[in-house]
């Protein structure tokens, strides 16, 4: 750190948002609980209510608060899908300035996917198999309508990490689908690619009932690494002049 720097100016409301992050950190304020109302916050910190409210709302950005209307804020309870969620709005602003950035969600979701799909092979339960059975069946029925088909495709995916037990797991996989939404959908829409979505889908989860931890993840990976190639073809198609 450099000392000889000379020392930052700070707004009022950066004041105020650390001193209820203080409050809250230290559990003052816990997870659940309501803050003050605006105008004790007013009298304890000596400052206007503008200040106060550029607080609340730097908090309610940042998902340490929530506001309702005609209610105080309150501090909400964290969950890992909520702390996934906050970074949304970032990550679809990366994915739109640096297209390139794609390519390298597209390999993570191989490597974390991959790991779900031979934990599940490892730990899922007869009731665990039965529901990602019935998640195809469901796929299956909702082929002729696509946002259908896109929303049990996710939760087919969910649902395999979640049988790890580690609820992260499903949390990241629901944000690279909603992150990259705008890459699924012309692979849906491709010839035959739901049918084989289906299809891979299943032998993912034979992988499963049998334990084969090894086979699981491999079906897992050629299932995305089919999908990745067909969206680089798609892909070059229409960036190809016509």
């Not at 607080?55 to 608060?65: D, F, W």
């Not at 597209?106 to 790991?115: D, S, T, V």
């Not at 299809?199 to 090894?214: K, Q, T």
Request: aromatic share 4%.
């Amino acid at each position: 750190m450099n000392t000889d720097q000379p020392i930052q100016k700070r707004k009022l409301y950066q004041e105020v948002q650390d001193r209820l992050m203080q409050r809250i950190q230290t559990g003052e304020i816990a997870p659940g609980e309501q803050l003050p109302p605006e105008r004790e916050l007013m009298e304890v910190y000596g400052v206007g209510r503008p200040a106060v409210r550029e607080a609340l709302q730097a908090l309610e950005r940042s998902g340490i608060v929530e506001i309702s209307h005609g209610e105080r804020a309150r501090v909400v309870v964290p969950s890992a899908h909520s702390l996934i969620q906050q970074i949304a709005g970032g990550a679809r602003h990366l994915l739109q300035m640096q297209p390139e950035t794609l390519e390298h969600l597209r390999q993570a979701r191989i490597f974390l996917e991959e790991g779900t799909a031979r934990m599940a092979a490892q730990r899922a339960t007869a009731t665990d198999v039965a529901a990602l059975r019935a998640n195809i069946q469901a796929h299956r029925d909702s082929l002729p309508r696509l946002d259908e088909f896109l929303a049990h495709d996710m939760a087919f995916h969910r649902a395999l990490a979640r049988i790890s037990g580690n609820p992260i797991f499903p949390a990241i996989v629901e944000a690279i689908f909603q992150w990259a939404s705008a890459d699924y959908r012309p692979l849906v829409r491709a010839p035959g690619a739901e049918l084989l979505t289906l299809e891979e889908h299943s032998r993912v989860v034979d992988a499963i009932a049998a334990g084969d931890a090894d086979a699981a993840a491999a079906a897992m990976r050629a299932h995305l690494a089919r999908s990745n190639a067909l969206y680089r073809r798609i892909e070059e198609a229409q960036d190809r002049p016509s």
